[in-house]
């Protein structure tokens, strides 16, 4: 850009700048047809430059590279340049000899040299005016290691002048860049090398002359892109790094790159500084400055800005970042645009403009039409694969791009908006051009825009959209109905963008015929229901009144409009709405449009005349109902709120207007009509209204002027104005004395509601004492159980607001009427804390009654009197209150620090409440439960939440459980679980058997037991006395009294024949009903529970039997040996005695079951197979139990004892051959036992070996520790192993370190009874050979003894014989191994 252009206006892209010189000379450049043209871009073919650059071709070569200035220079494949202008005229041709080809071009900032770049290394400036070079770098060959230059044979990929000079500037192979400085005096040229080493290099910029000069062209900064690194360099004043940012290192070179490796693209663009000035307008003045020096960079996807700012350190300019962004690919070429828009493009040829300071990206188009081609520099270089390089092909100048593609010069440009607008419009897309026109005034296209100022943005499009309205609704006259309707919706939406409904309610709706007068109203409506449009012409909605008041879904959607527009009754035919309203029962847009008119009473007697049609109110179906309607409009304009919208009315005025109105028109006294209809309607949604509006601060602004009797109307007197919970008040007051009678329930709910308004907001609220007594005495007689807790919290309120002279005159009335809150309050006032605690008794629901125990924590806490009386209310009323809740009765009892025992005592005519408070007393159940329970209902008349707070109980037990009550409290319990739940015995005696002190005697709980039968707690004290026999006699007795029931069920059971809806049956058909089978199962899992707990009474007796036997043997052999034989007779008597009660369970049962001539049904078999089952748990605990090697118990014992003792009275040889068969695994398990220590000693010995051939392998492995090193003899091998007999060497190890592991791996897996091991070992001399291969092997046929061979250079083979003892010797050296003779080591032979 010349130095003396400034500008308008650093956004330029937004306003292209006319300039006459520059239009002059490329007049040509928008006048040549459109070749390709997308929503934004357009490209086009310069024809004249085209036909010249075949001439070129067929003269020079390809055209290889170009640059952009005032003037066009094009590089050819000779290593000529050419200069021509835009009109394709040449202008100079300059050929630089055997340079190479052209790979790089780049004018001065005067267009007065020019530099170029080659192939072959050489770069050189030309004064291409004169047609002569002004200096040449030559390229470095390599055996030339003291010049400068770029490498021979490496193309430059980058060159361009520095700043405004013509003398330097720079050059770059993928390899080095240089900085060149031409001396003008002698013509000589000065290079230093900036960035050297530092990878590949894909571009180099200068930064150029600008319109401003600033610090940053003073530095004459350099930006360097390689793979690993952005460099900024200043070369003046010196060279000096500025700014540095490094990346990910790459992946090797010439690997494929995948996602997680880096991108191989990089480029670099600057943007020098430039001057502005805007005029002054109606709201800014006029301004002037200048812009910053900016450097675009991309690499890979990642593209960044950065500007250069002044320092006030050593180095004059820093470099700020500005932003960075995420390309969607590969990014190969990056240029400035404008001062505030970067072009660049990804790998696949797809051109982006990204918008810095709104950081927005919009793809603009793909490449021409014919494919752009990239020099592949840096691969040819150093073989990377790496993207081409596009920086010779394509040029910004001036806002347009240049690209040379395949022969043809092409050049683009962004479109206007106005040019955007007016392609759409050729293309007939008038819908989608007038919606982007909306998008320009609202600034939300998400796109690049160019051309629209940002001043006066939409009188300018207002005044371009009205022609391209005007021009669609003439071509879109006959268009479809859907045309229509997106043309509709469009012009709808540009108006409302642009502020401007003129054309849209004057041409727009004119042109909408009658029959298509709804699409245009439909497109209204969007615009209508979010508030956009709030006014609407009375044309526009008269008809819009009309089309829409036809049928059912348009007048739901008319009210809707209605509510969001402004509304005034001469602009619409009221009565028509309001009829088609009626007419299909649309009654929320009937009170919207009521209420819009001004009018908020009118619309409460249609709907409630509606709602109450025929005496009977309307069923709630939907939000439409006239039931629904009414209370919902009542709420809202109560409020001060507009219905349904609920937003405040504004002004606040108008709000408190409708209110009053609405108040007065229901609760004057003098006409309740309205009032009884709404309670017909529902009295319950009246009332949660009333609550709902009450609790709003905005009822303070509501002031009801009541209308004077009979006297001066202009009389006001302060009585005469009431707020609206008076005027509530008064109304309800007269309701409920009224002559008329109302429902006992209307009446206590009215009354409860008005009193409790009354109650919490004296003395705000003014009722006469004589009006109070008679609405008390209502409260108190109205008979109606289901108000009664209301009413119960209104005279609670009242009698605590007023209380009376006598609380003993309340009594009465309040037990009659059922109070009894009131009754427990009057009780407290006169001191009778008994009779006030009783109270909670009389109460009908469970949870009023069991607030009694928070009643007595309250008062324990009190005065000693009051303590005394809760003394009395817990012994007279224990009955009752452990009837309540045993567990808060304990707690109560427990913070009154009342005597457990005269609790007890008096409830002792009671067991199974003794029972209760015993179990609560002794063994309490963790259990949350609110603090207190006496609330009363919530009728309050805010929504606050009430939060009901739960105690944190401790859930885990003590860890040292302590006894704080006496051995008779839990005699007692233990006493009454025996008698009434049995279950429950065991469990308690497990949990408190440790506990101290002790909480109940041994010998009380084995009576109790044994009296009531409780077989498993008389077992459980039988084992905490040692009686073992004892405890398993008792199970097995339990054992015996359930088989019976079994034996005679099982009997009563005669075969059925097959039914359909049997569940069980066998082969033979037999059936067993569901009732039976259940029965059956029920006593079988008794008979089961009771063997099992016959194995815990023989593993109990083991456990403590064994622990005792270390502590209690006697200090004589004999006798420790006595004392194990009784301990061992003792356990193996326990385990035969439950093994032959199962055994002979199993066959008398069976024998029973299954008598000779009759085969089994289904009963026999279950039971039989549950049996067996159970004889089995009782083998595999007896098995276990002696496994372990220090027990007690023989096996062999118990079997033989079970053989000799078989049942040989009938049958002898199937009865001996049926407990054979039943105990065969105890026999098999008792053989495996012996066959498992065989297999324990043979283990020990394969161990003592393996820790021989271990250390053998040791000592071989290491060749410096012989077994046998003889002294007297010494020897070149006296430290490797010898034999030792011969005293010459086993064998020469050469194995490595793993062949240890391999060794020891086989020794593991050898096991062999003989006194002989012999190794059979392959090992080679030669230290080059690892280790091959070993193997084991048997010698002998008898006794597997095995070899160690030794291999001498590969030849000689030895055997060798490995003793237990420790000693070796060569085969040959032992005549009794010659001979295949088993010996015995004749050095261990020959010692004492």
Not at 1072 to 1098: A, F
Not at 1106 to 1126: C, F, H, I, V
Request: include cysteine; charge should be negative.
């Amino acid at each position: 850009m010349d130095s003396d252009t400034e500008p308008s206006t650093p956004r330029s892209i937004l306003e292209p700048t006319p300039e006459s010189e520059y239009e002059n000379r490329i007049a040509n450049l928008d006048s040549a047809p459109s070749q390709y043209t997308t929503e934004f871009f357009s490209w086009r073919q310069l024809a004249d430059m085209t036909a010249q650059l075949s001439e070129l071709t067929e003269k020079y070569g390809t055209v290889t590279a170009q640059a952009i200035g005032n003037y066009v220079a094009l590089g050819t494949e000779s290593g000529t340049v050419v200069v021509t202008d835009y009109l394709g005229r040449t202008k100079a041709a300059l050929a630089a000899g055997a340079y190479g080809a052209v790979s790089a071009l780049a004018f001065s900032a005067k267009d007065h040299a020019l530099v170029a770049g080659y192939t072959q290394g050489f770069v050189a400036v030309w004064d291409w005016v004169r047609g002569t070079t002004v200096a040449v770098s030559r390229p470095l060959l390599q055996s030339d290691d003291t010049g400068v230059g770029h490498p021979a044979g490496l193309a430059i990929g980058s060159v361009g002048f520095i700043g405004s000079s013509r003398h330097r500037f720079i050059s770059a192979s993928t390899v080095v860049l240089y900085h060149h400085i031409v001396q003008r005096v002698l013509t000589t040229m000065h290079t230093v090398a900036l960035s050297e080493g530092s990878g590949v290099l894909f571009e180099a910029a200068a930064l150029s002359d600008g319109s401003h000069t600033s610090a940053a062209e003073d530095s004459g900064l350099v930006a360097i892109m390689s793979d690993a690194q952005l460099k900024v360099v200043a070369t003046r004043p010196k060279i000096e790094q500025v700014f540095a940012t490094r990346f990910s290192e790459p992946a090797g070179g010439g690997q494929k790159r995948t996602v997680q490796k880096r991108a191989y693209s990089g480029s670099v663009s600057w943007l020098p500084a430039q001057r502005f000035r805007r005029a002054a307008t109606a709201t800014d003045p006029a301004e002037r400055g200048h812009t910053l020096s900016k450097l675009a960079f991309a690499w890979g996807t990642r593209i960044g800005v950065l500007q250069a700012v002044d320092s006030d350190k050593d180095i004059r300019v820093e470099m700020d970042r500005v932003m960075e962004w995420e390309a969607a690919e590969d990014v190969v070429l990056c240029r400035w645009l404008d001062t505030d828009a970067v072009l660049f493009m990804t790998r696949t040829q797809r051109i982006f403009v990204l918008e810095v300071a709104q950081q927005q990206e919009t793809e603009i188009c793909t490449a021409p039409p014919r494919r752009i081609f990239g020099q592949p520099w840096a691969t040819l270089a150093t073989g990377i694969e790496a993207e081409p390089s596009y920086s010779a092909a394509v040029c910004v100048y001036r806002r347009r791009v240049f690209a040379l593609c395949g022969g043809a010069e092409f050049v683009g440009r962004l479109l206007t908006w106005t040019e955007r607008l007016q392609l759409l419009a050729e293309q007939h897309q008038y819908p989608t051009a007038i919606t982007l026109a909306a998008g320009f005034a609202l600034e939300r296209t998400g796109h690049i825009v160019v051309g629209l100022p940002s001043t006066q943005r939409n009188k300018v499009i207002s005044a371009y959209v009205t022609t391209l309205v005007r021009r669609a609704l003439s071509e879109k006259a006959a268009a479809g109905t859907e045309e229509q309707r997106a043309l509709a919706m469009a012009c709808t939406e540009v108006s409302v963008a642009l502020e401007d409904t003129q054309t849209l309610f004057s041409d727009v709706f004119e042109h909408y015929a009658d029959e298509e007068r709804l699409v245009f109203l439909e497109a209204l409506e969007p615009f209508v229901l979010n508030g956009q449009l709030t006014r609407l012409p009375p044309q526009v909605l008269n008809a819009l009144v009309a089309e829409y008041g036809t049928s059912l879904a348009h007048v739901r959607r008319l009210g809707d409009m209605l509510a969001a527009l402004g509304l005034h009754p001469g602009e619409f035919d009221v009565d028509f709405v309001l009829g088609s309203c009626r007419r299909h029962r649309l009654w929320r847009t009937f009170a919207r449009v009521w209420l819009g008119m001004g009018d908020p009473v009118a619309p409460l007697d249609a709907i409630i005349s509606a709602a109450t049609r025929d005496g009977e109110s309307v069923s709630l179906v939907t939000d439409e109902e006239p039931d629904v309607v009414v209370f919902a409009y009542l709420d809202m304009v109560l409020r001060g709120r507009s219905y349904p919208s609920e937003q405040p009315i504004k002004p606040s005025e108008r709000a408190e207007r409708f209110a009053t109105l609405v108040a007065r028109y229901i609760f004057v006294p003098e006409d309740l009509s309205t009032l009884r209809a709404l309670l017909q309607l529902g009295m319950e949604r009246l009332l949660d209204v009333l609550r709902h509006v009450l609790g709003d601060p905005f009822i303070g602004n509501i002031s009801i002027i009541m209308k004077p009797h009979g006297g001066d109307r202009a009389l006001r007197r302060a009585s005469l104005v009431k707020t609206l919970p008076q005027a509530i008040v008064d109304a309800l007051y007269s309701l409920t004395m009224s002559p008329d009678a109302l429902p006992p329930r209307q009446v206590g709910l009215l009354s409860s509601f008005a009193l409790t308004l009354y109650a919490t907001r004296f003395p705000l609220i003014y009722l006469a004492d004589a009006a109070v007594t008679e609405w008390t005495r209502v409260l108190l007689h109205v008979d109606d159980a289901s108000t009664r807790n209301e009413r119960e919290s209104a005279f609670e309120l009242l009698v605590r607001l007023n209380p009376p002279q006598s609380y003993a005159d309340l009594i009465g009335p309040a037990r009659g009427a059922g109070f009894y809150r009131v009754l427990e309050h009057a009780y407290r006032m006169l001191e009778h804390y008994e009779s006030a605690l009783r109270t909670f008794l009389e109460r009908p629901h469970a949870a009023q009654r069991r607030a009694v125990f928070a009643a007595m924590h309250e008062l324990a806490a009190g005065r000693e009197r009051a303590r005394e009386g809760v003394s009395s209310f817990a012994v007279n009323c224990a009955v009752e209150l452990v009837e309540v809740d045993a567990d808060s009765f304990v707690e109560a009892v427990e913070a009154a620090s009342i005597d457990h025992s005269c609790i007890v005592d008096a409830l002792g005519p009671h067991p199974p409440l003794q029972m209760a408070y015993l179990r609560a007393l002794l063994d309490p159940l963790p259990a949350l439960r609110p603090t207190d329970e006496r609330s009363p209902p919530d009728i309050g008349l805010s929504a606050e939440q009430h939060i009901v707070v739960y105690p944190l109980q401790q859930l885990a037990p003590d860890p040292q459980p302590t006894n704080r009550f006496p051995q008779a409290f839990h005699e007692r319990y233990l006493e009454l679980l025996c008698s009434h739940s049995p279950s429950g015995v065991l469990p308690y005696l497990k949990r408190h058997a440790d506990s101290s002190p002790e909480p109940f005697r041994l010998a009380v709980v084995q009576d109790a037991c044994r009296r009531h039968n409780v077989g498993d707690g008389l077992v459980w004290a039988l084992l905490r006395l040692g009686d073992f026999d004892g405890a398993l006699k008792t199970v097995l007795q339990q054992i015996d009294r359930d088989t019976e029931p079994v034996r005679k069920a099982v009997q009563g059971l005669q075969p059925e024949g097959t039914e359909a809806d049997s569940t069980e049956t066998n082969s033979t058909g037999k059936a067993l009903s569901e009732p039976d089978r259940e029965r059956l199962v029920d006593q079988l899992n008794g008979i089961q529970h009771n063997i099992d707990s016959g194995v815990r009474v023989c593993k109990t007796a083991q456990a403590t039997l064994s622990k005792d036997a270390g502590s209690r043997l006697p200090n004589t052999e004999a006798g420790a040996a006595e004392y194990r034989s009784q301990v061992s007779l003792q356990l193996c008597d326990l385990w035969l005695a439950l093994l032959r009660c199962a055994l002979g369970h199993l066959h008398a049962t069976n024998r029973t079951l299954l008598p000779s001539g009759v085969s089994s049904n289904a009963a026999a078999m279950l039971v039989s197979k549950r049996q067996r089952w159970m004889l089995q748990s009782v083998l595999d605990a007896l098995i276990f139990a002696a496994s372990s090697a220090s027990s007690f118990i023989s096996l062999r014992s118990i079997i033989q004892q079970l053989l000799d003792t078989a049942d040989v009275k009938a049958s002898p040889h199937a009865a001996r051959s049926l407990e054979i068969a039943e105990v065969q695994h105890l026999l098999a398990v008792s053989v495996n036992a012996y066959k498992s220590e065989a297999q324990l000693m043979a283990l020990t010995n394969v161990l003592v070996d393996y820790d021989l051939f271990s250390k053998f392998a040791l000592l071989v492995r290491s060749q410096k520790q012989g077994w046998r090193v003889v002294d007297a003899q010494p020897s070149a091998h006296s430290l490797s192993v010898a034999c030792d007999k011969c005293h010459d060497p086993l064998f020469a190890d050469s194995r490595q370190d793993r062949a240890l592991a391999d060794l020891r791996a086989q020794m593991s897996e050898y096991y062999e009874g003989s006194t002989l091991r012999v190794l059979d070992l392959h090992v080679f001399e030669d230290r080059s050979t690892q280790w091959q291969w070993m193997k084991l092997r048997s010698s002998f046929a008898a006794n597997s003894t095995y070899s160690v061979r030794s291999r001498r250079n590969s030849i000689a083979r030895e055997q060798v014989v490995l003793f237990k003892c420790g000693h070796c010797f060569h085969r040959r050296c032992s005549p009794a191994l010659a001979a295949g003779q088993l010996p015995e080591c004749k050095l261990c032979a020959k010692e004492p």
